[in-house]
């Protein structure tokens, strides 16, 4: 068994590399039909939840990370934009057909370079998650910069089933998540919803 460190931005980075092999493994040995469904249709809760809001953001997906774009059409929409290499991210408005363009870290993002929006509600991406809100991140700090400075945002986690820990080291900078969706589930992590 390899030992964990006590530190928690080095438990952290150990946490990332398991959980980014469990979830390449998991999507890779994923049923076709399986991950055809998966991420295509809104729990009733979090369905009420986003059609209340203008916009909902989201983002598009990179690698093995759930797609949940498809599940929104329809639904005004923003996604995150980074106009260099820096700690600001920022969100533009984007639908579905509109053009994309290749973000500094290689991330899609919105062609245009419109003003920015603030979302009512963001799905973000994760690598990892626990029931309690904790999230594990790439480890840019992006979404809890932005989390921090807008904390009346409702932040909803996504992610894969297998990306489940029983709990996410947290700093004193790690924003909590109010809920995560799941293939299988939608988990509330705290009373804001």
Sequence with gaps: MTDIPADPVRQKQALRERLRFRRRHFTANL???????????????????IARRDPVAAYVAW????????????????????RERSETMEF???????A??????????????GRPVE???ILCPLLGFDRTGGRLGQGGGHYDRYFATHPHILR?????????VDAIPAESTDARLDAVLTEQEFIVCGDRL
């Design 92 to 98: 533009r408005r984007w639908a579905p057909g509109e």
């Design 119 to 121: 979302p009512a509600l």
């Design 100 to 113: 994309l363009a290749k973000g500094p870290w290689s991330t899609h993002q919105p062609a245009d370079e």
């Design 63 to 82: 690698g093995d990370e759930p797609d949940v774009l498809p599940a929104l059409a329809g639904y005004p929409l923003a996604l995150p934009f980074h």
């Design 156 to 164: 909803i986690g996504v992610g894969w089933s297998v990306q489940e």
């Design 31 to 49: 049923d076709g039909m399986a991950g055809l469904a998966a991420f295509r249709t809104i729990p009733q809760l979090l369905t009420h939840l």
